[in-house]
């Protein structure tokens, strides 16, 4: 049984630190509430919107890795280098996916502690994104070098647009 819930873990494409960022924005907020300015039935809609679009991002994403792996699928051992989908609009979409869900989260919650955290959590999963695309380039050589120039590393407005994406995703890639 704990041999099973650690492969599920191990699959779980959800980083330690949004996880971190997650509980200190809600302990924050109980400890200190910072609130948003503006109506709260405004926050309410953005970020629902925000988690929604996030929400729709994280299992497209997932869904389309799992697609394209032959075998057993683990997350953190590509068999494919995977272009499509989102992957055609990110190279890291379920990264993205994840930031919009806590901006999203934090907005509901009509906290600014979350304004205050994204960018220090940005800053460390930057780190690591930095080595998973090392580790790319290594497996999959000129392919990966092709796909990173045309591919931004996290979103592009004008990308996204031109994708027509859902409203809601392209203004959120405002915020990257």
Same mark, same amino acid.
């Given at each position: 049984?704990?041999?099973?819930?650690?492969?599920?873990?191990?699959?779980?494409?959800?980083?330690?630190?949004?996880?971190?960022?997650?509980?200190?924005?809600?302990? =924050?907020?109980? &400890?200190?509430?910072?609130? /948003?300015? @503006? #109506? %709260?039935?405004?926050?309410?809609?953005?970020? !629902?919107? $925000?988690?929604?679009?996030?929400?729709?991002?994280?299992?497209?994403?997932?869904?389309?890795?799992?697609?394209?792996?032959?075998?057993?699928?683990?997350?953190?051992?590509?068999?494919?280098?995977?272009?499509?989908?989102?992957?055609?609009?990110?190279?890291?979409?379920?990264?993205?996916?994840?930031? =919009?869900?806590? &901006?999203?989260?934090?907005? /509901?919650? @009509? #906290? %600014?502690?979350?304004?205050?955290?994204?960018? !220090?959590? $940005?800053?460390?999963?930057?780190?690591?994104?930095?080595?998973?695309?090392?580790?790319?380039?290594?497996?999959?050589?000129?392919?990966?070098?092709?796909?990173?120039?045309?591919?931004?590393?996290?979103?592009?407005?004008?990308?996204?647009?031109?994708?027509?994406?859902?409203?809601?995703?392209?203004?959120?890639?405002?915020?990257?």
């Amino acid at each position: 049984m704990a041999t099973r819930l650690k492969e599920v873990y191990e699959n779980l494409p959800l980083p330690a630190p949004t996880v971190a960022a997650l509980a200190m924005d809600l302990l =924050l907020n109980r &400890l200190r509430p910072m609130p /948003l300015p @503006g #109506s %709260s039935s405004l926050h309410r809609m953005a970020g !629902a919107g $925000l988690v929604l679009a996030g929400v729709g991002l994280n299992p497209w994403a997932l869904a389309e890795r799992r697609r394209r792996s032959a075998g057993p699928f683990a997350l953190e051992e590509p068999e494919e280098l995977v272009t499509s989908g989102p992957y055609a609009i990110s190279r890291h979409p379920m990264y993205v996916g994840w930031w =919009l869900i806590q &901006l999203g989260a934090g907005t /509901l919650a @009509g #906290s %600014s502690w979350v304004l205050a955290t994204l960018p !220090a959590e $940005l800053l460390v999963e930057h780190r690591y994104i930095l080595g998973e695309e090392a580790t790319l380039a290594e497996l999959f050589g000129q392919s990966y070098a092709e796909y990173a120039e045309r591919v931004p590393r996290y979103l592009d407005y004008r990308r996204a647009q031109a994708a027509r994406l859902p409203g809601l995703v392209v203004v959120a890639a405002l915020a990257f």
